[in-house]
């Protein structure tokens, strides 16, 4: 019970269907950090749903967990100029593994989110499909859960809509039915993700370049930035004839450099193929080599139609029309049309001749 809409109205369907329902209120990040952690408003609003639906309402502690499992790895990956996503670990190692465990020792038989999405049993393999809400659907987060992951949980809103969800929770009464949504990374939120890294790295600046090797500004430090990233790069006129805005195509780590090119539609921000590694496959083992198959390479990036070359450490990963701003550290994740097959770490991204 998050103190979301989300997590509320499934805490209510499954009283409705006759569950023996307990809430469990996850405290994941420091209270005393004021400016970015929620938790305390978030508890109330959790304290209120349960009082209406009669539950009662446990708080664990998973700070620790938290910052050894999701946080230093996000830290780590930023360091070295890639481009994580610490929601999808969260769920694997917070969420359904320390939260699913701490539910199991007290005797719970399954848990539940808020999450929009949907598992099926097929004759006892599970599979995670698509929420019904395409605007909502967040089955890429959750494409690292394994199959008894999945045999434990249920997703009560999945087949719902967002506007659904609030207009039951009004009627319900819960004081949370127009709580702005959650967004961005996990623990920051909407909040300034460059100030929000300051507080843990010393600015390292560097030289931007064009592609040509040509210096025309300078950068903060290469963990602010992401692949494709247009706003911020503080980079003004004098530096070409042409009047298109700048995008950020590559990071060179090695020398502290950031690559920028102009227009949305430079060739230098597309690519074809890209390698993943660290595969996770929801129903236990990769899906057959000519299955018509599609891949997001970011949350909200369309699905696009690829071809997955397995390969011994890795797999190499073509698609049918170049990719905008793959992001090395980002996770791709797979569909067999509403079904989540599951996903891997992007490594490096190209042309096949260079993978």
């Not at 970015?36 to 304290?47: G, I, Q, R, S």
């Not at 719970?108 to 097929?122: E, K, L």
């Not at 997703?155 to 819960?174: C, H, Q, S, T, Y």
Request: glycine letters at 8%; charged letters at 25%.
């Amino acid at each position: 019970m998050s103190g979301g809409v989300d997590s509320a109205i499934a805490a209510s369907i499954l009283v409705e269907q006759g569950y023996n329902v307990e809430a469990i209120f996850m405290k994941n990040w420091d209270e005393d950090d004021k400016e970015f952690c929620t938790a305390v408003e978030d508890y109330k609003d959790a304290l209120q749903v349960c009082d209406k639906l009669n539950i009662p309402l446990r708080s664990i502690d998973l700070i620790e967990e938290y910052w050894e499992k999701v946080f230093k790895i996000f830290l780590d990956e930023c360091k070295i100029g890639r481009t994580p996503n610490p929601d999808i670990l969260c769920n694997k190692e917070i969420k359904f593994k320390a939260f699913l465990d701490y539910a199991k020792a007290f005797g719970a038989d399954q848990i539940a989110t808020g999450h929009y999405s949907m598992i099926s049993n097929q004759n006892g393999s599970f599979q995670l499909k698509r929420g019904q809400d395409e605007n909502k659907d967040q089955s890429y987060f959750l494409c690292r859960l394994n199959q008894y992951q999945l045999s434990k949980s249920i997703f009560p809103i999945g087949d719902l809509d967002k506007n659904f969800v609030r207009e039951k929770a009004e009627k319900l009464g819960f004081m949370n039915h127009n709580k702005k949504d959650s967004t961005g990374i996990c623990f920051i939120g909407e909040r300034n993700f460059k100030n929000f890294l300051k507080k843990f790295f010393s600015i390292q600046p560097g030289e931007i370049i064009k592609n040509n090797g040509q210096v025309i500004g300078e950068h903060q430090g290469l963990m602010y930035y992401t692949y494709g990233q247009r706003q911020g790069l503080g980079i003004g006129g004098g530096y070409s004839d042409y009047e298109g805005p700048w995008y950020v195509s590559d990071k060179i780590i090695e020398e502290n450099k950031l690559v920028v090119v102009q227009g949305k539609n430079n060739s230098e921000l597309y690519h074809t193929h890209l390698t993943a590694s660290n595969m996770n496959w929801i129903a236990g083992y990769p899906p057959e080599k000519n299955k018509n198959i599609t891949a997001k390479i970011r949350y909200r990036s369309k699905d696009a139609l690829c071809k997955i070359n397995y390969r011994s450490n890795d797999i190499l990963v073509e698609f049918e029309t170049p990719q905008f701003a793959v992001a090395p550290g980002q996770s791709i994740v797979f569909y067999d049309q509403d079904i989540c097959l599951g996903g891997g770490f992007i490594e490096k991204r190209g042309s096949k001749n260079i993978l």
